[in-house]
């Protein structure tokens, strides 16, 4: 049981405080020592049917004892599936989101830990008893902090599986399988499985009324770069995507998730359509200009402007990937 | 800057002094080579106690090399260099820098060193690893500094001094090594015609043995008690400067024959080099 | 009859400093001062950070840690201050402490103003060792990839000099150059090949220096390596004076050149090597901070290193605070603040010596 502390700690302006004289760190000391013996409000009991958690998450093994009540959820992909649950009252923290909340949950308002990964002690100053993160670097010391060091102070850590970087753990390719287990995984995490087997339902239901593309066009996923390309490659959340809408990627040989490539490879394949990437840092709109006047050009595609827009957070596998595939179907119909 | 404060010729640092400490230096049939080069083929030459021996040679006959050994920064390949009774290169290294110091041609750093501070260098030798400079080490200082007459320039900027002040401070450095020998490099190279006379003069009052290797030939003729002719790595001629200052010696080892005078009245050789010395293509 | 202008033979004197107490004892004095001061800045720093504990918490972590009070804080704000805030600021006072002496010694040994603790090579080695972990899985721990990598890079830059390593200073700094050449294009290349979508963000914070992964583990090793290196620096420091105008004069002066040489570049080797390993390459310290202690305390290097190290401690540890407080909660790799503070003051520098010299 943590004992809770009397003095309040804001979270943003650092104190810098001369140093104190021994009387004034005497009397701090007392009212700590005071505060620490007051009765903390208790923790909520686990349910009774909660079994604690055991799993191997991109090769780290986490044990979560009972559902976690202040989770810190870093990358959009992470915040939405833990909306798309229905725990987004257990959040305490969210940092580097991608782009605003998706319209279905527009006007929730999330407390914002940091625009981008917070350093190790704002992280704990958040007193998480959970951390969810999107991509694995998010958790380094060098970021909001070290796995193992994070489980150690009781704060396990879960990483979207779909982000896993280690070749034993990195899914190649993506599937939805890969997606609904993080789905399951999550939810058994948070006690409240049913929620995940309603969430699979559904968007299964959503993936099987999309109708793919019946001419089986080719398409460019463009996320990023001017220079250098970077696209969606082979075995990550762009091609699963792409595969699902019917559409062919023209990069599917490269084993990447993303990679870089050269536009003139990209001028090679002479792709029929371009998907573009729409992250608040780099739009899908700046990406259209920026085409308009690249060697890219010369393509069809951007002569005739046929393009798709996709969310950044729904290029990234996760929650938002069904969307993302029916929404890419509805513009491929109404395309030309 | 003028240096009016020379002392009479010959004369100690101090009149009623008894001098400091001296001791001759004898090279014993020293040979050195390097890479295959035979640069000193048995060099054998004693430079007398308290007496400024002059060694005079065109480039590569090997004054730079014996100087280095001489003063015991390096080490020949066959002979001995005796100071005193002692065996140079078979002293510790300390015990070394406590009876020889060293003068460059020409010293430069980037350090911002007070003029006090460069002098101080000498007393390294003196001083333990964690030993500061003491009240003695101070008062070696001041008189260093008097000997080359820059008494007062303790503070000064050390990079803000001419050419012949740096090299006169670089004297007092040495001095303040405290040292029967002082080995000298070409100490006059760079300087002008006041500095350059400032420096002989100092060295001479220094009354150490002093060996300096010398380019200008008519300082060596004034100032050194004796001098050393090297040609090849051998020694062509030694012994006071009437007897090596001769055109049939100076043509053999430089090339070039003056004509030579005898100073009425310090009697020592003056030499003339007339126009038509000069290339052969050109007369 | 030409008139003789003759000028004084003595300068007119300045006052004569008063006879002080001795010097060593000055200088005692001072780095005593200064030590407290870094114990201070410790504490004070350590009471500084994104979460806004105070000195208050501070105090009764360490208390609880070493056994004294008997109730310590929550177990999160323990670990922030006993496992995040201090061990960070002691690898800072470290980590600033061994790159100021070396960029001192380096300047020494090279007679160069412009030579740091990387000159040898010793960064870049360290990089190729830390890519190779982040980023090809190499099975070390990262501290001592990094500094396996440079004391490989410094044999490298050894053994391209030769038999000159134990003379002149120039052959060295430039097989130093080669080799941060070819390491800086291999860690490029591994960067290039290997990183995948976002690793890059490690890597980058590790190269722009930063003191964000300071733990107990790699501190209980490099810094008793640290300190006991520095400490044997600041003994040699009568022999560095004597390098001051080149090897002869040193070596006149008593000084084994080639043996003290090699056990001075050894030195710098570890202090620079175990820095690095933890705090990857942050640089402008070791170049601006001598220079600007040697402003106040002259070149004397008996007066100059026992002030510079504690000076380059302090310096990091405030400086790191900041780094890890102006962007709250976020936070900025100190190398680009060191950066920062040290091409300005760099310049300064060089404008006041432009008026005195």
């Given at each position: 049981?943590?004992?809770?502390?009397?003095?309040?700690?804001?979270?943003?302006?650092?104190?810098?405080?001369?140093?104190?004289?021994?009387?004034?760190?005497?009397?701090?000391?007392?009212?700590?020592?005071?505060?620490?013996?007051?009765?903390?409000?208790?923790?909520?009991?686990?349910?009774?049917?909660?079994?604690?958690?055991?799993?191997?998450?991109?090769?780290?093994?986490?044990?979560?004892?009972?559902?976690?009540?202040?989770?810190?959820?870093?990358?959009?992909?992470?915040?939405?599936?833990?909306?798309?649950?229905?725990?987004?009252?257990?959040?305490?923290?969210?940092?580097?989101?991608?782009?605003?909340?998706?319209?279905?949950?527009?006007?929730?308002?999330?407390?914002?830990?940091?625009?981008?990964?917070?350093?190790?002690?704002?992280?704990?100053?958040?007193?998480?008893?959970?951390?969810?993160?999107?991509?694995?670097?998010?958790?380094?010391?060098?970021?909001?902090?070290?796995?193992?060091?994070?489980?150690?102070?009781?704060?396990?850590?879960?990483?979207?599986?779909?982000?896993?970087?280690?070749?034993?753990?990195?899914?190649?390719?993506?599937?939805?399988?890969?997606?609904?287990?993080?789905?399951?995984?999550?939810?058994?995490?948070?006690?409240?499985?049913?929620?995940?087997?309603?969430?699979?339902?559904?968007?299964?239901?959503?993936?099987?009324?999309?109708?793919?593309?019946?001419?089986?066009?080719?398409?460019?996923?463009?996320?990023?770069?001017?220079?250098?390309?970077?696209?969606?490659?082979?075995?990550?959340?762009?091609?699963?995507?792409?595969?699902?809408?019917?559409?062919?990627?023209?990069?599917?040989?490269?084993?990447?998730?993303?990679?870089?490539?050269?536009?003139?490879?990209?001028?090679?394949?002479?792709?029929?359509?371009?998907?573009?990437?729409?992250?608040?840092?780099?739009?899908?709109?700046?990406?259209?200009?920026?085409?308009?006047?690249?060697?890219?050009?010369?393509?069809?595609?951007?002569?005739?402007?046929?393009?798709?827009?996709?969310?950044?957070?729904?290029?990234?596998?996760?929650?938002?990937?069904?969307?993302?595939?029916?929404?890419?179907?509805?513009?491929?119909?109404?395309?030309? | 800057?003028?240096?009016?404060?020379?002392?009479?010729?010959?004369?100690?640092?101090?009149?009623?002094?008894?001098?400091?400490?001296?001791?001759?230096?004898?090279?014993?049939?020293?040979?050195?080579?390097?890479d295959?080069?035979?640069?000193?083929?048995?060099?054998?030459?004693?430079?007398?106690?308290?007496?400024?021996?002059?060694?005079?040679?065109?480039?590569?006959?090997?004054?730079?090399?014996?100087?280095?050994?001489?003063?015991?920064?390096?080490?020949?390949?066959?002979?001995?260099?005796?100071?005193?009774?002692?065996?140079?290169?078979?002293?510790?290294?300390?015990?070394?820098?406590?009876?020889?110091?060293?003068?460059?041609?020409?010293?430069a750093t980037e350090?911002?060193?007070?003029?006090?501070?460069?002098?101080?260098?000498?007393?390294?030798?003196?001083?333990?690893?964690?030993?500061?400079?003491?009240?003695?080490?101070?008062?070696?200082?001041?008189?260093?500094?008097?000997?080359?007459?820059?008494?007062?320039?303790?503070?000064?900027?050390?990079?803000?001094?001419?050419?012949?002040?740096?090299?006169?401070?670089?004297?007092?450095?040495?001095?303040?090594?405290?040292?029967?020998?002082?080995?000298?490099?070409?100490?006059?190279?760079?300087?002008?015609?006041?500095?350059?006379?400032?420096?002989?003069?100092?060295?001479?009052?220094?009354?150490?043995?002093?060996?300096?290797?010398?380019?200008?030939?008519?300082?060596?003729?004034?100032?050194?008690?004796?001098?050393?002719?090297?040609?090849?790595?051998?020694?062509?001629?030694?012994?006071?400067?009437?007897?090596?200052?001769?055109?049939?010696?100076?043509?053999?080892?430089?090339?070039?024959?003056?004509?030579?005078?005898?100073?009425?009245?310090?009697?020592?050789?003056?030499?003339?080099?007339?126009?038509?010395?000069?290339?052969?293509?050109?007369? | 009859?030409?008139?003789?202008?003759?000028?004084?033979?003595?300068?007119?004197?300045?006052?004569?400093?008063?006879?002080?107490?001795?010097?060593?004892?000055?200088?005692?004095?001072?780095?005593?001062?200064?030590?407290?001061?870094?114990?201070?800045?410790?504490?004070?720093?350590?009471?500084?950070?994104?979460?806004?504990?105070?000195?208050?918490?501070?105090?009764?972590?360490?208390?609880?840690?070493?056994?004294?009070?008997?109730?310590?804080?929550?177990?999160?704000?323990?670990?922030?201050?006993?496992?995040?805030?201090?061990?960070?600021?002691?690898?800072?006072?470290?980590?600033?402490?061994?790159?100021?002496?070396s960029g001192a010694v380096m300047q020494t040994l090279t007679r160069n103003p412009l030579a740091d603790p990387y000159l040898l090579g010793l960064s870049s080695g360290a990089a190729l060792?830390?890519?190779?972990?982040?980023?090809?899985?190499?099975?070390?721990?990262?501290?001592?990839?990094?500094?396996?990598g440079a004391m490989l890079a410094l044999a490298a830059a050894l053994a391209l000099t030769g038999r000159a390593a134990a003379r002149g200073s120039t052959r060295i700094v430039l097989a130093g150059i080669a080799v941060a050449q070819i390491c800086s294009a291999a860690t490029s290349?591994?960067?290039?090949?290997?990183?995948?979508?976002?690793?890059?963000?490690?890597?980058?914070?590790?190269?722009?220096?930063?003191?964000?992964?300071?733990?107990?583990?790699?501190?209980?090793?490099?810094?008793?390596?640290?300190?006991?290196?520095?400490?044997?620096?600041?003994?040699?420091?009568?022999?560095?004076?004597?390098f001051?105008?080149g090897d002869q004069?040193a070596?006149?002066?008593?000084?084994?050149t080639g043996?003290t040489r090699l056990v001075l570049l050894g030195l710098v080797a570890?202090?620079t090597g175990?820095?690095v390993?933890?705090?990857?390459a942050?640089g402008?310290?070791g170049l601006?901070?001598?220079?600007?202690?040697?402003?106040?305390?002259?070149?004397?290097?008996?007066?100059?290193?026992?002030?510079?190290?504690?000076?380059?401690?302090?310096?990091?540890?405030?400086?790191?605070?900041?780094?890890?407080?102006?962007?709250?909660?976020?936070?900025?790799?100190?190398?680009?603040?060191?950066?920062?503070?040290?091409?300005?003051?760099?310049?300064?520098?060089?404008?006041?010596?432009?008026?005195?010299?």
């Open positions: 049981m943590r004992a809770r502390t009397v003095v309040p700690s804001p979270l943003s302006s650092p104190s810098l405080l001369s140093s104190p004289s021994p009387l004034l760190v005497l009397t701090l000391v007392t009212v700590l020592l005071a505060g620490c013996a007051a009765p903390a409000p208790a923790a909520a009991p686990p349910s009774a049917s909660y079994r604690p958690v055991t799993l191997d998450n991109c090769g780290t093994e986490v044990t979560v004892e009972r559902p976690p009540e202040r989770v810190v959820a870093i990358k959009s992909t992470a915040i939405e599936m833990l909306l798309a649950l229905g725990l987004g009252d257990r959040i305490v923290g969210t940092a580097f989101a991608d782009g605003p909340l998706p319209e279905a949950y527009a006007g929730t308002e999330l407390p914002v830990l940091a625009e981008k990964v917070p350093g190790r002690e704002a992280l704990l100053a958040a007193r998480p008893d959970f951390v969810y993160a999107g991509w694995e670097s998010n958790l380094t010391a060098q970021g909001a902090g070290d796995r193992a060091a994070l489980a150690e102070l009781g704060v396990p850590s879960y990483v979207a599986p779909a982000a896993c970087k280690d070749p034993e753990y990195q899914p190649k390719p993506l599937t939805r399988e890969v997606l609904e287990r993080e789905m399951r995984e999550i939810a058994e995490i948070f006690g409240v499985p049913e929620r995940a087997e309603k969430l699979i339902t559904e968007q299964r239901a959503e993936l099987a009324g999309v109708r793919k593309d019946p001419r089986q066009r080719t398409v460019l996923w463009y996320s990023s770069g001017k220079d250098t390309p970077y696209v969606g490659a082979g075995i990550g959340a762009p091609q699963l995507i792409m595969e699902s809408v019917g559409l062919r990627n023209i990069f599917a040989d490269v084993p990447d998730t993303w990679s870089s490539v050269s536009w003139e490879s990209v001028l090679d394949a002479d792709p029929d359509l371009i998907v573009l990437v729409d992250a608040t840092w780099n739009t899908a709109e700046s990406k259209r200009k920026f085409l308009a006047s690249s060697p890219a050009a010369a393509l069809d595609a951007v002569r005739e402007q046929r393009y798709l827009t996709v969310r950044f957070p729904a290029g990234e596998g996760g929650v938002a990937t069904a969307e993302a595939v029916a929404s890419l179907a509805r513009q491929v119909e109404q395309l030309p | 800057m003028i240096d009016t404060t020379l002392p009479p010729a010959g004369a100690p640092a101090r009149p009623g002094d008894a001098g400091p400490p001296t001791a001759a230096v004898r090279v014993e049939d020293v040979r050195y080579g390097i295959g080069v035979q640069l000193l083929h048995g060099v054998s030459l004693t430079a007398p106690a308290g007496r400024l021996t002059g060694l005079l040679g065109p480039n590569g006959a090997g004054k730079s090399t014996l100087l280095r050994i001489v003063a015991g920064l390096t080490r020949p390949a066959a002979g001995r260099v005796l100071v005193g009774d002692d065996d140079l290169h078979r002293l510790p290294r300390r015990t070394r820098a406590r009876r020889i110091a060293f003068l460059e041609q020409q010293s350090q911002p060193l007070r003029v006090r501070q460069v002098v101080e260098l000498g007393r390294i030798p003196h001083l333990g690893r964690w030993q500061s400079p003491g009240p003695h080490d101070g008062a070696v200082v001041e008189e260093a500094l008097t000997a080359v007459g820059m008494a007062g320039y303790g503070d000064r900027r050390w990079n803000t001094l001419s050419g012949g002040e740096q090299q006169r401070i670089q004297l007092a450095r040495a001095l303040a090594q405290q040292p029967e020998v002082l080995i000298l490099d070409e100490p006059t190279n760079h300087l002008d015609i006041a500095a350059q006379l400032s420096i002989m003069a100092r060295v001479a009052a220094a009354v150490r043995t002093g060996v300096a290797a010398l380019h200008d030939l008519q300082l060596a003729a004034t100032y050194c008690d004796r001098l050393v002719l090297l040609g090849h790595g051998r020694v062509v001629a030694d012994g006071p400067p009437a007897d090596v200052l001769t055109p049939d010696l100076i043509e053999q080892v430089y090339g070039v024959r003056p004509r030579t005078l005898t100073d009425p009245r310090s009697g020592r050789p003056v030499l003339i080099f007339d126009r038509d010395q000069g290339p052969t293509d050109l007369t | 009859m030409t008139a003789v202008i003759t000028r004084p033979a003595v300068a007119p004197a300045r006052p004569e400093p008063p006879p002080g107490p001795r010097r060593s004892v000055v200088t005692l004095g001072i780095a005593t001062l200064l030590v407290l001061l870094l114990g201070g800045s410790v504490l004070a720093a350590a009471a500084v950070g994104a979460s806004g504990l105070g000195p208050g918490h501070v105090l009764q972590s360490i208390g609880h840690h070493l056994g004294l009070t008997p109730v310590g804080l929550p177990r999160l704000d323990d670990a922030i201050i006993w496992e995040i805030r201090l061990p960070r600021v002691i690898t800072a006072g470290l980590v600033g402490a061994a790159l100021a002496l060792g830390a890519v190779s972990v982040l980023l090809l899985g190499l099975g070390l721990v990262l501290p001592v990839a990094a500094f396996l290349f591994v960067i290039f090949s290997a990183a995948q979508g976002d690793s890059y963000r490690e890597v980058l914070a590790w190269l722009m220096g930063s003191l964000g992964g300071a733990e107990w583990s790699s501190l209980t090793v490099a810094g008793p390596i640290i300190v006991v290196a520095a400490l044997l620096l600041i003994g040699y420091a009568r022999s560095l004076d004597a001051v105008f004069v070596a006149s002066l008593g000084v084994a043996p570890l202090l175990s820095a390993a933890v705090s990857g942050i402008f310290l601006t901070l001598p220079h600007a202690v040697r402003f106040l305390t002259g070149p004397a290097h008996g007066r100059l290193l026992p002030v510079l190290a504690p000076a380059g401690a302090i310096f990091l540890i405030w400086t790191d605070t900041a780094a890890r407080t102006v962007l709250a909660p976020e936070e900025v790799p100190v190398g680009i603040l060191t950066a920062l503070i040290g091409a300005p003051v760099f310049g300064v520098l060089l404008w006041r010596q432009r008026r005195s010299a």
